[in-house]
Nanobody, 124 residues
Framework: QVQPVESGGGLVQAGGSLRLSCSAS????????MGWYRQAPGKQRELVAT???????NYADSVKGRFTISRDNSKKTVDLHMNSLKPEDTAVYYC??????????????????WGQGTQVTVSS
């Protein structure tokens, strides 16, 4: 089991910027999709942005135009650049790395790794 390592959270004023980084270099398998999710107090975890190995991206409507996700396949890292932050962006942000491999019996095995989370707080 691999736990991605996140960094870059913190406190910022509304309108400010932060960059979150995540490394899943401990995985011995190629990673298909990497992404960021967030969970605010009292709410369910929600998707923020994902990026495939080919570079296809997907964003939550609430962050489109403000957040940018990028990745380095060779390093198995993913970044989330967050601009024009709003108080409603306050949450714990979790890194996710998913993919699959073929075991010795040629069975497809999927994996889904989650980071421990990093707090992002946006003050008004």
């Amino acid at each position: 089991q691999v736990q991605p390592v996140e960094s870059g959270g913190g406190l910022v004023q509304a309108g400010g910027s932060l960059r979150l980084s995540c490394s899943a270099s401990g995985s011995i398998f190629a990673i298909n999709v990497m992404g960021w999710y967030r969970q605010a107090p009292g709410k369910q975890r929600e998707l923020v942005a994902t990026i495939s190995a080919s570079g296809s991206t997907n964003y939550a409507d609430s962050v489109k135009g403000r957040f940018t996700i990028s990745r380095d396949n060779s390093k198995k890292t993913v970044d989330l650049h967050m601009n024009s932050l709003k108080p409603e962006d306050t949450a714990v942000y979790y890194c996710n790395a998913g993919g699959f491999y073929w075991d010795s019996f040629f069975r497809k095995r999927e994996f889904d790794y989650w980071g421990q989370g990093t707090q992002v707080t946006v003050s008004s």
